[in-house]
């Protein structure tokens, strides 16, 4: 009977996505002056034990009684110790996240959404370029990688931020800055005392820095406003659409690709993001 | 298990439904407030159905609520950590089964849309809370005796005696109702003492009822192409602002239509108690859309009709690989203050796209041709579970569906 074969089946057993899995903050960060880091472990031993993600995929935070919001995990997979999320304050949800005390329960669905294409870039150049917040998707790729080191070509990063006060990762910079195997450029926005990187915006930046597209992806994230600059330069410096990687952040609900929430077009970020290919970009509506 | 049409007598309809009350909450649209209130709504009340005006709102609310609880929450000072408080997460209760007597054949057709979303996509987990009610809910459509100047069902694959997505369909005839069992749970609930057994005259009055009904449709229209038609129009903004200038952003489009889905997840909580809720949302309202960087896509309304006619016509079957998320009830027109009419944003996109086809930019355009001479359902005879009511009518877009 076609009627019933098509109403749809309900298995008692399967999951609840909308369920969360408690954490305890082991660990709050004190970045910038609005974001903080949050380092935290599922309760649940077994569930620890079998979690597993890959760079670029994101977490669903709860905190009950305000709500919901995504982040993307910045810590790497290769280290297992701990999931971290960097938040910067813009509203109820992350105010209320940046109230939270080590020892504090919290909700959180995760791993949702795709990941950096870490397999296919083995063998490949990599030129990361971070603006703010942008840089929280890209330090998970980016740690991945130099715990995998020999999978991967040479790397440049590319960090600005508006003042010196507002980069984060204070300690991951300090090792960047000083590895031999990795380049790294930091830039502000004006001039700033005692700042011994470069000044200037970051497409600015990159156009002088002049990486060779030879066998080479950039990895960009951060603002808008700072996207659409860097891709032009990309594109002036010879980088075509399939080279250059980026996250997106449209609003979410679900996660899942039911709320319909994220959609550009009939693509969803949640699930078939929030990593995108500029020329995937390319090939879907026009409304970023 | 008897396989035959039952026949309910108008008086009776009442008992039956009380009968199916102790197995189910039986849902029926009715008034809502004072009997002279325009609104009929769905309401769990298994007693005299409204079954002469269409239904205000649509039927989802029964399978996908207004607004309901995820979870619960708890938090309890922690015996072993002084200072520090344990979380206790609990999901409610699901509810029991659920029949429906009395929507329109469009309404259940809109389940058939949500289905596929709700069940889960690309590998996603699917939503335990739709599927379990939508698995435990029983649809009794009644056919439509008449259609409204809004409804365009036809457009899009349905037609007043429709019997996609029931498990009865009842026909209202002389003095009560034809009920014709779809599927076995649809047999289950018209094994009953109060039923009579269906006779062939019956059976020819339902097919007389669905002819007229089918004459009461207006003009039909080809909606072939209309994927790529919106597609072509996606950067033209002097389309979309036309098109969206009358509209308010109030939204009550989404909320009527069966195939709108959309939802909300907030808080809320009393102290240390709380519940999480997922309540229906809208993409007509601006903030939908707003980031956190203060970037919003969709800022302008042209912007949000184009992504609520998009997403019917081109993305969702785009993405599902199936029938239109449109089933063509009207109500988005009907209830609409200012009229905004989704039959004439999709004849002109339509149009556009096919400048060949005749004279463009008219009200009427060439896409539109008069409806077609109405095909009679077969009528159900010996086997009713094979006989299809509304199966005579089936658009182009079917044909993918
Ligand atoms: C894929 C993705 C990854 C993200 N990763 C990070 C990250 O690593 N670190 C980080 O600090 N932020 C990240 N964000 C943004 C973060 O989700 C929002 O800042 C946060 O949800 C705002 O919640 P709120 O309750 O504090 O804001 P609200 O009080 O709800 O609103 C404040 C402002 O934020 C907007 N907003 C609300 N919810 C969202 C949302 N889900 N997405 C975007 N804007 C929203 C509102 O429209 C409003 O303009 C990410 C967003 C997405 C979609
Ligand atoms: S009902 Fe009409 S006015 Fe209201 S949001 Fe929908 S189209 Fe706009
Ligand atoms: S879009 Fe309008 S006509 Fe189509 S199903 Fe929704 S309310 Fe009905
Ligand atoms: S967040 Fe719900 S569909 Fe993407």
Redesign the pocket.
Same mark, same amino acid.
């Given at each position: 009977m076609p009627d019933t074969a098509r109403r749809p089946v309900f298995e008692p057993s399967a999951p609840n996505p909308y369920l969360p899995q408690v954490a305890t903050v082991l660990e709050v960060i004190q970045e910038t002056h609005n974001?903080k880091s949050f380092r935290l472990r599922l309760d649940d031993e077994q569930a620890w034990a079998k979690f597993s993600f890959e760079p670029g995929q994101?977490g669903q935070l709860s905190l009950f009684g305000?709500?919901e919001?995504? #982040?993307?995990i910045?810590s790497s997979p290769t280290r297992k110790d701990y999931l971290q #999320?960097?938040? +910067?304050?813009? /509203?109820?949800?992350?105010?209320a996240l940046h109230g939270l005390l080590p020892g504090d329960k919290i909700g959180l669905r995760a791993p949702l /959404?795709n990941s950096f294409p870490y397999k296919e870039l083995k063998g490949k150049n990599l030129v990361f370029i971070g603006g703010g917040?942008g840089m929280? %998707?890209m330090r998970t790729l980016l740690l991945y990688m130099l715990d995998n080191r020999t999978d991967y070509g040479d790397i440049t990063l590319l960090y600005g931020a508006r003042s010196p006060q507002d980069f984060s990762y204070a300690e991951d910079r300090e090792d960047w800055l000083k590895r031999k195997d990795m380049r790294t450029v930091l830039t502000i926005d004006s001039p700033a005392e005692g700042w011994e990187h470069r000044v200037g915006l970051i497409p600015n930046v990159l156009t002088e820095l002049k990486p060779s597209p030879e066998n080479t992806v950039a990895v960009t994230c951060g603002p808008p406003i700072m996207i659409r600059f860097t891709l032009q330069a990309l594109e002036k410096l010879g980088f075509v659409p399939e080279q250059i990687i980026t996250?997106?952040?449209?609003? +979410?609900?679900c996660g899942i690709g039911i709320c319909g929430r994220?959609n550009i077009g009939e693509k969803y970020?949640?699930v078939d /993001? %929030?990593v995108f290919t500029y020329a995937q970009l390319k090939s879907m509506v026009n409304e970023l | 298990m008897d396989m035959q049409g039952k026949f309910i007598p108008r008086a009776q309809l009442d008992d039956w439904l009380a009968e199916l009350a102790a197995r189910f909450r039986v849902w029926t649209p009715r008034r809502a407030g004072q009997e002279d209130s325009g609104a009929v709504v769905y309401l769990p009340e298994a007693r005299q159905p409204e079954l002469n005006r269409k239904p205000t709102e649509s039927a989802k609310r029964v399978i996908f609520p207004r607004s309901e609880p995820l979870l619960r929450f708890l938090r309890k000072p922690d015996p072993d950590q002084t200072g520090q408080k344990s979380l206790e997460l609990q999901v409610p209760d699901a509810d029991g089964p659920n029949l429906v007597f009395g929507l329109p054949p469009c309404d259940a057709r809109g389940f058939l849309v949500l289905d596929p979303v709700y069940a889960g996509v690309k590998g996603q987990a699917g939503d335990s809370y739709y599927l379990r009610r939508r698995s435990q809910t029983v649809l009794i459509a009644r056919a439509c005796s008449r259609a409204l100047t809004t409804c365009f069902c036809h457009w899009v694959g349905g037609s007043p005696s429709s019997t996609e997505g029931l498990d009865v369909l009842a026909t209202e005839i002389q003095e009560g109702f034809l009920l014709q069992p779809l599927t076995p749970q649809g047999e289950e609930v018209l094994d009953s003492k109060l039923l009579l057994s269906a006779g062939k005259e019956q059976m020819e009055a339902a097919q007389s009822a669905w002819q007229a009904a089918e004459k009461t449709l207006g003009p039909g229209a080809d909606m072939q192409g209309a994927q790529e038609a919106l597609r072509a129009l996606f950067d033209n903004a002097a389309f979309w602002q036309a098109e969206a200038a009358s509209c308010l952003s109030c939204g009550v489009c989404t909320h009527l239509c069966p195939t709108c889905y959309c939802f909300n997840i907030t808080d809320e909580a009393v102290g240390e108690k709380g519940v999480r809720l997922r309540s229906w949302d809208a993409c007509m309202f601006s903030?939908y859309t707003?980031?956190?960087?203060?970037h919003n896509p969709r800022q302008d309304k042209a912007a949000r009709l184009k992504n609520r006619i998009g997403h019917k016509f081109s993305y969702y079957p785009e993405l599902y690989q199936t029938r239109n998320a449109c089933v063509g009830c009207g109500r988005c027109i009907k209830s609409c203050p200012s009229r905004l009419d989704i039959r004439a944003v999709l004849t002109k996109a339509l149009a556009l796209s096919r400048p060949a086809a005749g004279k463009p930019e008219t009200t009427a355009p060439a896409t539109v041709r008069p409806a077609a001479k109405p095909k009679v359902n077969k009528p159900a005879t010996s086997k009713p579970v094979a006989a299809k009511p509304g199966a005579a009518k089936r658009g182009k877009e079917a044909s993918h569906a």
């Open positions: 974001i994101l305000v709500g919001s995504t #982040f993307v910045n #999320f960097s938040v +910067m304050r813009a /509203g109820e949800v992350t105010s /959404g917040i929280a %998707p996250t997106l952040e449209k609003r +979410m609900k994220c970020v949640c /993001g %929030p | 903030l707003q980031e956190a960087s203060g």
